[in-house]
């Protein structure tokens, strides 16, 4: 089997203010690193509300319905933003997320990754907020688990900011394991080892400034693999931010690009031993371009040879 790239043109109509880190060359830059490679590429489809209600209150969609702008640029807080463009890549990215399970589970491909935005980590219920709308991962792993039937899944999430919108949306939800591994004091501020969830299936794992690729791996075969283990997942879910890299502008931690590779090639081994392999991927932080396109194509490289390389 092989590895799914899905993205989607219309992602490209997010428009974010000019200065804006979370800026339309993010994913130009990461489709453009991942040109020619042994990908079965597919257009993510429009998620359909009752999908994003696997994880949102109606009252959530019905908020950024009303205030999407016809033209121009409206700012839901104080760094995320909505254009004519972005509640349609908003279902989009949801859309691919969720096709991503449907490939994976029905055995088209081994893993895949969702190169899509705007990204999803920060979305709480009811809060837009940290450049996200929807929580793309929390709502794939939903769907996995409620229409799919799967019993337990496992999310871990390295971007350098805590996922504190998976946090919020799989705070009640036993089923899910999810690990965010982030730099702490930073953005958003929440991500303490304390928060547990409803039935201890959270595990935050707060950084320093400064934690490099060394330390990082430690933490990765000393805490993170063991507890995934322990876990037995019948999938598992990346969310991929690659804003822990050393080149970064948002954060002070200091992952190189070869990490990004290794960490992935670690997380599908186990998958490969605990859950057939089935990894999908979603594209969250990253925001100096070549570090991220460079970060990206070392991702999917240990995606790729995870999966196999067989082309479609």
Not at 107 to 127: D, I, L, Y
Not at 215 to 242: C, D, N, Q, V
Not at 254 to 264: H, S
């Amino acid at each position: 089997m092989t590895t799914a790239l899905i993205t989607h043109d219309d992602c490209h109509g997010h428009v974010t203010p000019d200065g804006h880190p979370e800026q339309v060359a993010r994913l130009h830059e990461v489709l453009r690193a991942l040109e020619g490679k042994d990908l079965l590429r597919r257009e993510a489809p429009m998620a359909d509300d009752a999908t994003i209600l696997l994880c949102h209150p109606l009252a959530h969609l019905e908020a950024l319905n009303a205030a999407a702008p016809d033209t121009g640029s409206v700012q839901l807080d104080a760094d995320t933003h909505m254009s004519p463009g972005s509640l349609k890549a908003a279902y989009r990215a949801v859309g691919g997320a969720v096709q991503a399970v449907d490939m994976v589970l029905a055995g088209e491909v081994q893993n895949a990754f969702v190169a899509t935005r705007p990204p999803g980590h920060h979305a709480e219920k009811q809060s837009p907020m940290g450049f996200c709308l929807f929580g793309n991962v929390a709502i794939a792993a939903k769907h996995a688990l409620e229409r799919h039937g799967l019993s337990r899944v496992a999310i871990v999430d390295f971007d350098v900011h805590h996922g504190n919108g998976t946090q919020d949306l799989l705070w009640d939800e036993a089923r899910a394991l999810f690990i965010s591994s982030h730099e702490m004091p930073l953005y958003p501020g929440t991500g303490a080892q304390h928060e547990v969830g409803a039935h201890g299936q959270i595990t935050n794992i707060p950084l320093s400034t400064g934690t490099d690729g060394g330390l990082y791996r430690k933490i990765l075969t000393g805490r993170i693999l063991p507890l995934i283990e322990t876990f037995e997942p019948e999938m598992l879910f990346i969310s991929a931010g690659f804003d822990a890299h050393k080149d970064d502008p948002l954060a002070s931690l200091a992952l190189e690009t070869e990490d990004f590779g290794w960490i992935t090639d670690q997380l599908c081994a186990l998958a490969g031993r605990i859950c057939g392999g089935r990894v999908v991927s979603c594209l969250e932080g990253g925001y100096n371009l070549p570090a991220l396109g460079a970060s990206a194509a070392a991702h999917v490289d240990a995606l790729i040879a995870a999966g196999g390389s067989s082309l479609r």
